[in-house]
């Protein structure tokens, strides 16, 4: 007898574009396990808890979540493991027979393609552009294995304390990119690693051709880090500005997989095949990106 399939999928508001489903069913058909990935769309956050309760009583076995209910679900959890508590964001839940447990693989996948240059990022200062979900994972990232001296979020309002926690707040420097043009350079000029975690330049978006950097002599130079988390296009407006400017450069999809990993080994107790994936995933981002 066929064990019975595993259900696994992605809680968000419109994203049938995620390449969520593509990674992991990969990684399940390489490893013959009986699983599937699948995307569930919730159309309004009140509507969130309702669908939890079902996945209870269906026994789906675990979920991705991304925008906008990474804090939604954090009440609705049984536990929280220490870094979903940490900044108060879920992006994983695991179904522990009835028991919702979530977790935040963002912080794991964010800093895994930094760590290798952990040592040039000790002690100064870097920068992240957005105050969103994807941002609190950086500022706990950077906080907790990178010790930077100091970290500036750039925000659309830094007086709006509710776009990001008291917590995260704290432990940055806030600055508007908007108001003060000359300060906002000076900021990001000295940066060790400047972070894209806004949307800016996705493909399909109405700013897929512009960077969240504004154009500015010097702004970008090779002493940098550029690490843009928007994962399609590959490069960016921002990571082929970065690049022209000499500065080493991150795509998103890096953390895209990393987070990925993590939330697999979570689910399954095994490690992604991170060749087949990657390579099914550039090859579907190629046939895209046009």
């Given amino acids: 007898m066929r064990p019975a399939t595993k259900i696994y999928g992605l809680i968000g508001r419109s994203v049938d574009y995620s390449y969520s489903p593509l990674i992991h069913n990969t990684a399940f058909e390489q490893l013959a396990l009986p699983c599937l990935y699948s995307i569930f769309n919730i ?12 996945a209870r009583a269906l026994g789906i076995a675990g979920f991705s979540v991304t925008i906008p209910y990474k804090k939604t679900v954090v009440p609705l959890m049984d536990a929280l493991s220490e870094e979903a508590q940490s900044i ?12 919702l447990v979530g977790h935040n693989t963002d912080i794991a996948g964010f800093a895994a393609p930094l760590l290798p240059h952990a040592k040039a990022i000790q002690g100064r200062p870097v920068a992240i552009l957005g105050s969103g979900g994807a941002s609190l994972a950086a500022i706990e990232a950077f906080r907790t294995l990178f010790l930077p001296s100091v970290i500036t979020l750039f925000m659309r309002n830094p007086s709006n304390e509710n776009q990001i926690t008291d917590t995260a707040i704290k432990r940055c420097a806030l600055a508007d990119l908007k108001e003060s043009r ?8 000295e940066s060790a690693v400047v972070v894209n975690a806004t949307p800016v330049g996705t493909l399909g978006r109405p700013d897929a051709n512009l960077s969240p950097v504004p154009k500015g002599s010097g702004l970008l130079h090779d002493k940098q880090i550029i690490y843009d988390m928007v994962y399609n296009p590959l490069d960016t407006p921002l990571l082929i500005a970065a690049q022209k ?13 990393a987070q990925g990993a993590a939330a697999f080994r979570l689910w399954t107790g ?3 095949p991170m060749d087949a994936v ?3 995933l550039l090859g579907e981002i190629g046939t895209t990106a046009v």
């Fill in 278 to 280: 990657r390579s099914t």
């Fill in 88 to 99: 108060q964001a879920v992006n994983t839940i695991v179904n522990h027979e009835g028991t």
């Fill in 43 to 54: 159309a309004e956050e009140q509507q969130v808890a309702d669908a939890l309760k079902g």
């Fill in 182 to 189: 000359s300060a906002a350079s000076a900021i990001l000029r």
């Fill in 245 to 257: 400017a000499g500065a080493a450069t991150i795509p998103g999809m890096e953390m895209l997989l």
């Fill in 270 to 272: 095994l490690e992604m």
